[in-house]
């Protein structure tokens, strides 16, 4: 599958057999247009109310699917072949498309417990804020966060960069690769994953997707 950034917490994702948006109305936070796109599910990690709500529905059309599916409640949801699951009183999304495994992390609260994420299997993507500001675990969670989940892949997301016309308390992805001390760090457009890697034979990589 394919991952894309279109800014701060909203990517694409394009599976074999649908597309997936992550987040889009975040980029009205950090006042951002929300581009119309083609997808088929749209996932949300924050509460939105019915105007909120109705607007998206407005700016996304299916692109292979007959709907599009908007996907804000603790479940399980099947569309496709992709499993799509979030927890009760959580607000973090793990996708399966047969043995690939992404862990998508939105909007989440500095009073984040790490713990919460142990155990969550062999995570292949990890897609996390790391911009700390007034919204976001502060650098030494997320940190250990990202040591719980053990991903392959960690793609970082929430953080501040020069085209945002809002959230100035945010920190820079450079300020947090600093923080963490990760190196094996490459940026690019988008990223072509697959699962079935095995863990041992090699390390994290980081990608930032520009």
Request: no cysteine.
């Amino acid at each position: 599958m394919k991952i894309e950034s279109l800014g701060y917490l909203s990517f694409l994702l394009s599976f074999d057999h649908l597309n997936m948006l992550t987040d889009p109305l975040s980029l009205e936070d950090i006042g951002l247009k929300v581009p119309k796109k083609k997808t088929d599910a749209v996932i949300y990690s924050k509460n939105l109310d019915e105007k909120s709500m109705e607007k998206a529905e407005s700016l996304f059309t299916p692109s292979r699917k007959d709907r599009v599916l908007h996907i804000k409640a603790p479940g399980e949801y099947e569309l496709g072949g992709l499993m799509i699951r979030r927890g009760i009183d959580s607000n973090v999304y793990i996708l399966d498309e047969d043995d690939l495994r992404i862990l998508y992390i939105g909007y989440i609260s500095k009073e984040v417990k790490v713990d919460d994420f142990k155990n969550l299997g062999d995570v292949d993507v990890l897609i996390i804020p790391v911009g700390d500001g007034a919204n976001f675990p502060e650098f030494g969670d997320v940190v250990k966060i990202v040591n719980k989940v053990d991903p392959l892949v960690l793609i970082p997301s929430g953080y501040k960069t020069d085209d945002m016309k809002a959230g100035g308390d945010l920190k820079t992805v450079q300020e947090f690769l600093k923080q963490a001390g990760y190196t094996n760090v490459r940026y690019e457009k988008s990223i072509n994953v697959s699962g079935g890697v095995d863990k041992e034979v090699r390390n994290m990589d980081v990608v930032i997707l520009e």
